[in-house]
């Protein structure tokens, strides 16, 4: 796979682009998109970008029936001066193989892929938008594709990379959001698929998800799916807390996602020479620093939000107020240091950006 080209065939007829403030999540698409087969004779072969549009699938296709599929979310961002820049993809591209090898599904060259990704972002690098907190969101996913309904992992599959322009995450500036906590449902226990980005673990997610809206939540905090004593994740996104000067947040025992965002957070309050440690958080324990004035921040960490900070918790009809539901210190100053790092506002001391030509 190392040594074949990408073939590529553009559009005729270009999309209008959509305005900066009518972005959302998701929702508008650009010109072109990679698409990379597998079978078992030929391994990974015909990589193309094409212009964007729908694609063929058989009804009997695995991933209608069993779900065999993954994904990963990386950025695109461009400078004040023009240029193209994406934050860690080897990271994301990484992630992409650990999340294949728990569904079964064949690795893929993370330099060739990493290639691809920057080569359909250089080809449809005018829908970046340039308004602060918007960009060009890489969306690649990996399914199977064989006309089998027996029960085993399929035989063939396709590695797909679309892009989207999303707009800023915080519409109305970054404030804490009311979090609940999940008493009932679980999000993932130790041995399942719970560091894996596959579609199966966010659509089981969505029953809690909507019926904590349902209650004024702007999303839930998952304990653990066999004591539910200990804190996982907030939403889709890691999640850390201020505890007396040191930043806690929940071990990669399994469970969790291992989060690009999550990883930068620590690389930084380590340069910074903040305490932070990596271990289990009861949340029992979580309430008794806050009874005792101890708990001083908490926050999420994602690639869509970069830093979602929490201003409240409510577990069992108990209510927690965090730092008098305002945004704390530390967590303004990774924000502020992440997203410059991203728009090129502040030095890239970690070599985290890839440039594109």
Request: with cysteine.
């Amino acid at each position: 796979m190392k040594d074949q080209e990408i073939k590529v065939t553009l559009t005729t007829t270009k999309k209008e682009k959509p305005k900066s403030d009518q972005l959302a999540f998701g929702k508008y698409f650009t010109d072109h998109m990679f698409i990379m087969d597998y079978n078992t004779e030929d391994g990974w072969h015909d990589a193309r970008i094409l212009p964007y549009g729908p694609i063929e699938m058989d009804p009997a296709a695995s991933i209608l029936h069993y779900g065999q599929t993954i994904f990963e979310g990386l950025k695109a961002y461009v400078t004040k001066d023009g240029e193209a820049r994406i934050f860690r993809p080897e990271k994301n591209i990484e992630r992409l193989n650990r999340s294949n090898e728990r569904l079964c599904i064949p690795q893929i060259d993370e330099a060739f892929v990493l290639e691809a990704v920057k080569k359909i972002v250089s080809i449809d690098k005018d829908w970046i938008p340039s308004a602060p907190g918007t960009a060009l969101y890489v969306r690649p996913f990996v399914f199977a594709t064989e006309a089998n309904i027996n029960v085993v992992p399929a035989a063939e599959y396709k590695l797909m990379i679309i892009l989207s322009p999303v707009g800023a995450y915080f519409k109305g500036g970054m404030n804490p959001v009311k979090i609940g906590v999940e008493s009932e449902y679980v999000r993932a226990v130790r041995g399942g698929t719970g560091e894996a980005k596959t579609g199966g673990n966010y659509a089981g997610s969505f029953k809690a998800q909507k019926t904590a809206a349902q209650k004024g939540f702007s999303q839930i905090l998952w304990l653990d799916g066999v004591e539910q004593k200990y804190i996982e994740e907030v939403g889709a996104m890691n999640v850390f807390f201020k505890i007396d000067g040191e930043v806690v947040t929940p071990a990669l025992a399994g469970s969790i996602l291992h989060g690009v965002t999550r990883d930068s957070v620590i690389q930084l309050l380590k340069h910074w020479d903040i305490p932070v440690s990596e271990r289990r958080i009861s949340i029992d324990e979580l309430y008794e620093a806050g009874k005792a004035g101890k708990l001083e921040e908490a926050f999420g960490t994602g690639t869509a939000a970069v830093i979602a900070p929490i201003g409240q918790l409510t577990w069992k009809g108990q209510d927690l107020v965090i730092n008098d539901s305002k945004i704390g210190t530390v967590s303004q100053r990774i924000y502020d240091t992440l997203t410059g790092i991203q728009y090129g506002t502040v030095e890239d001391t970690f070599n985290w950006i890839t440039v594109i030509e």
